[in-house]
Structures are given as structure tokens and as C-alpha cells.
């Protein structure tokens, strides 16, 4: 089974910086998709950035030209690295991933939450 496990998360100040990481493992084939989704008390679950493995990235309106994601394949980790937070940017995140597992019938196609990391910008 597919895990994944988030780090990185904290409480800071608005205008600063935080960086999340997350490290997938357990018979992984393959990763086509790693995502930040995050979820503020109250409100549903967003997109937050999203890669997939040729690179390929998408963000949510509201986070645009300061957060940034990026990946390391041979890794299986996705990072967001958040600048000027706001406010409005607190929440818990969690990554997802999707791709192929391996597992004893052979070849099955996944996909995994972590448990999510919380994210605190006071103003």
C-alpha cells in the first residue's frame, strides 16, 4: 500500500515562508500525479498546485505567483514552497498522489492521501 507522509508544517508569520514536503513509498510502480489540496476550517477541500511527472504544473487561482511546486522522481517526494502567506492560507494540507502500485497480483493503479500537515499564518 501506497503511504504518504507530510513534514514542513508550522506556524508563521504573514508575509513569510513555509515549505512542505512529502515522501511516498510502498511498492511503487509509478507516480503520474503528486498534489497539494488543502482544507481551512469551515470551507471544502481546494487544489492547491498539482505536477505531473513530465513536469507539467497547475495552481489554484488564489496561491498563483508565490506558492511552487516541484518533485523529484527518483525520490517519489513532491515539495510546495509557499511565499508571502497569508492569513487566508491557513489550513491543513495534504498530498496526494496517483500512479501505479505493484502489488502480489501484479500491477494496480492507486491513489493515496497523507495524513496532512497544519499550516498557520497569523497576521
Known amino acids: 500500500q501506497v503511504q504518504l507522509v507530510e513534514s514542513g508544517g508550522g506556524l508563521v508569520q504573514a508575509g513569510g515562508s513555509l515549505r512542505l514536503s512529502c515522501a511516498a513509498s510502498g511498492g511503487i510502480f509509478s507516480i503520474n500525479v503528486m498534489d497539494w489540496y488543502r482544507r481551512a476550517p469551515g470551507k471544502q477541500r481546494e487544489l492547491v498546485a498539482g505536477i505531473t511527472s513530465g513536469g507539467s504544473t497547475n495552481y489554484g487561482e488564489s496561491v498563483k505567483g508565490r506558492f511552487t511546486i516541484s518533485r523529484d522522481n527518483a525520490n517519489n517526494t513532491v515539495s510546495l514552497q509557499m511565499n508571502s502567506l497569508k492569513p487566508e492560507d491557513t489550513a491543513v494540507y495534504y498530498c496526494?498522489?496517483?500512479?501505479?502500485?505493484?502489488?502480489?497480483?501484479?500491477?494496480?493503479?492507486?491513489?493515496?492521501w497523507g495524513q496532512g500537515t497544519q499550516v498557520t499564518v497569523s497576521s
Open positions: 496526494r498522489a496517483e500512479g501505479v502500485t505493484i502489488t502480489k497480483r501484479g500491477k494496480a493503479d492507486f491513489g493515496s
